[in-house]
């Protein structure tokens, strides 16, 4: 990061990053901004929440293992049944019964167990595609999308099919927020950054970190 001016200690991979995030911002400008903006005025509402709730069901068995793992019974527990109820009475999870009954979702990934188990971030990395992580988010990402019901979806164009509207979805559901990023973030990377860490922090911790270093972001 010798060509980065006042590079931050948490991201020293700093021109390598933003190099990242560049190219990340042009694919999303040409391909997935276009297909999520007519996906989302295409799509009738009532499609567009149960694809959400259909692909958030997927989420919550995975969160439950990981919470789990992370011994939070009742976050385990909340999530298990959320998984159940939705998947049968919610049919196959594209209606959200179990919110309507109050159980609480938690969503989890193997990152955040990595944390919980004491694994710190590691630097601040920008994925080709994936956008924002760090070094032990990505090498969790792996064992997440091991642990993600779709790649175990056995046929290949339906497991393909599956990973392309998980994608749309999700950008369509951030369109809002990237539109109000690009009006009043001054450095769009920076803020991206700094936005990332500070939630992958809170949720490790579950809204409620303990004081750490500012520079080092110590304290997972």
Request: glycine fraction near 10%; aromatic fraction near 10%.
């Amino acid at each position: 990061c010798a060509s980065v001016p006042n590079p931050d200690q948490r991201d020293p991979l700093e021109s390598f990053n933003r190099g990242v995030h560049v190219f990340n911002e042009g694919l999303d400008q040409a391909i997935f901004k276009p297909v999520a903006t007519v996906y989302r005025d295409a799509t009738p509402q009532l499609v567009r929440t149960g694809v959400g709730n259909f692909l958030g069901n997927l989420d919550d068995a995975w969160s439950s293992v990981n919470s789990l793992l992370q011994g939070k019974l009742r976050h385990a527990m909340d999530n298990f049944f959320r998984f159940g109820v939705n998947s049968t009475m919610g049919i196959f999870g594209l209606f959200d019964v179990a919110s309507e009954m109050q159980i609480e979702r938690h969503s989890e990934d193997f990152g955040q167990t990595l944390g919980a188990w004491g694994a710190g971030p590691g630097a601040y990395l920008v994925l080709p595609f994936f956008g924002p992580s760090t070094i032990r988010d990505a090498i969790a990402l792996p064992v997440d999308s091991n642990g993600d019901f779709i790649s175990h979806v056995e046929d290949v164009a339906t497991r393909n099919g599956l990973r392309v509207l998980n994608v749309v979805d999700t950008r369509a559901g951030l369109l809002g927020v990237s539109s109000s990023l690009d009006e009043v973030a001054f450095d769009k990377y920076s803020f991206t950054r700094d936005a990332f860490l500070q939630r992958r922090r809170n949720a490790i911790y579950d809204g409620d970190p303990p004081d750490a270093d500012p520079v080092t972001n110590d304290g997972r």
